[in-house]
């Protein structure tokens, strides 16, 4: 309950920020194509409580909350379902219940079944949760010696082979693509908690678990500080004011990563530096309390 909360509250309240400021902000700026009416307004407000699938011309990342949160939803009924199975079957329920989301995502991307509100990237949430819950009652050989030399070849692997087919969420074309997705993206987790073990006693490592301790903000506030940058390089370039409805303005990737990470994790340092203003705002240079807030 605690981690649907967690999900479900900043995507219903950032939501509804971005509706109500639709006319009066995003639509002058060439974010948004239509005027909303006061009833469109309100039925979009309604819908966000309930997380129904909707655009979102300011948080475009939002579609990772919902696809987690209904599929945290499943998640948590498949496992209750698990313990009370036989023990014989139990060993065999979750990846037999990975088989059948891993099924279900190409008979829903095929347009072979239509499931409301549930899309391809939302079935392959609940698999990656069930994969990620038999991956941490495994036990990995993690050892800081041997970790990075199983890390890195993992990852190279990884990226040789998605460098030659479609990996993006949003072009997945045929049931190949999707089993070949699962397949890359699983290990790339699997050779990325290698490399993490590996720098967890790197001087890097307390930098590195900030970030992810802070990667609700990060999701929440990228996309807005990616509109920010384009409008001052609309202003600063000349370039057109369509631009702004692009995902970024071609040529400045560096730029959009540095603002997509540093104004986040800002807005990260100051909330909990509020919260221990009183104590000297200790607590906030730590990131305890705000990787615990996040």
Same mark, same amino acid.
């Given at each position: 309950?605690?981690?649907?909360?967690?999900?479900?509250?900043?995507?219903?309240?950032? $939501?509804?920020? *971005?509706?109500? %400021?639709?006319?009066? !902000? /995003? #639509?002058? =700026?060439?974010? @948004?194509?239509?005027?909303?009416?006061?009833?469109?307004?309100?039925?979009?407000?309604?819908?966000?409580?309930?997380?129904?699938?909707?655009?979102?011309?300011?948080?475009?990342?939002?579609?990772?909350?919902?696809?987690?949160?209904?599929?945290?939803?499943?998640?948590?009924?498949?496992?209750?379902?698990?313990?009370?199975?036989?023990? $014989?079957?139990? *060993?065999?329920? %979750?990846?037999?219940? !990975? /088989? #059948?989301? =891993?099924?279900? @995502?190409?008979?829903?991307?095929?347009?072979?079944?239509?499931?409301?509100?549930?899309?391809?990237?939302?079935?392959?949430?609940?698999?990656?949760?069930?994969?990620?819950?038999?991956?941490?009652?495994?036990?990995?050989?993690?050892?800081?010696?041997?970790?990075?030399?199983?890390?890195?070849?993992?990852?190279?692997?990884?990226?040789?082979?998605?460098?030659?087919?479609?990996?993006?969420?949003? !072009?997945?074309?045929?049931?190949?693509?999707?089993?070949?997705?699962?397949?890359?993206?699983?290990?790339?987790?699997?050779?990325?908690?290698?490399?993490?073990?590996?720098?967890?006693?790197?001087?890097?490592?307390?930098?590195?678990?900030?970030?992810?301790?802070?990667?609700?903000?990060?999701?929440?506030?990228?996309?807005?500080?990616?509109?920010?940058?384009?409008?001052?390089?609309?202003?600063?370039?000349?370039?057109?004011?369509?631009?702004?409805?692009?995902?970024?303005?071609?040529?400045?990737?560096?730029?959009?990563?540095?603002?997509?990470?540093?104004?986040?994790?800002?807005?990260?340092?100051?909330?909990?530096?509020?919260?221990?203003?009183?104590?000297?705002?200790?607590?906030?240079?730590?990131?305890?309390?705000?990787?615990?807030?996040?």
């Amino acid at each position: 309950k605690k981690k649907a909360k967690t999900i479900w509250q900043p995507y219903v309240l950032w $939501t509804i920020f *971005s509706i109500l %400021i639709h006319n009066a !902000i /995003l #639509l002058p =700026l060439h974010m @948004a194509d239509t005027e909303y009416s006061f009833q469109q307004i309100l039925l979009k407000c309604i819908a966000a409580l309930g997380m129904i699938s909707q655009e979102s011309y300011l948080f475009a990342g939002f579609w990772f909350l919902r696809d987690m949160f209904y599929a945290l939803l499943v998640f948590w009924c498949v496992l209750r379902l698990s313990k009370r199975i036989q023990s $014989t079957a139990q *060993s065999l329920f %979750i990846p037999a219940t !990975i /088989l #059948l989301c =891993l099924g279900l @995502a190409i008979a829903v991307n095929a347009k072979w079944i239509w499931i409301p509100n549930v899309k391809t990237s939302t079935i392959l949430a609940l698999a990656y949760m069930l994969t990620g819950y038999l991956v941490r009652h495994s036990s990995l050989p993690l050892q800081h010696r041997q970790s990075l030399w199983i890390g890195l070849p993992v990852m190279c692997v990884v990226w040789l082979i998605s460098g030659h087919f479609s990996t993006s969420m949003t !072009i997945i074309e045929g049931s190949g693509d999707i089993l070949l997705y699962y397949a890359l993206s699983v290990f790339a987790v699997l050779g990325l908690l290698f490399l993490c073990d590996a720098l967890s006693r790197k001087p890097m490592a307390a930098a590195i678990s900030y970030v992810g301790e802070h990667s609700m903000d990060i999701l929440i506030f990228h996309f807005p500080a990616f509109k920010g940058l384009s409008y001052l390089l609309i202003r600063l370039k000349d370039y057109p004011i369509d631009d702004m409805a692009k995902f970024h303005i071609p040529g400045y990737w560096y730029y959009y990563a540095l603002i997509g990470l540093a104004l986040p994790l800002s807005i990260s340092f100051l909330k909990a530096f509020c919260k221990t203003w009183p104590r000297g705002g200790k607590e906030a240079c730590s990131g305890t309390k705000a990787g615990k807030s996040s």
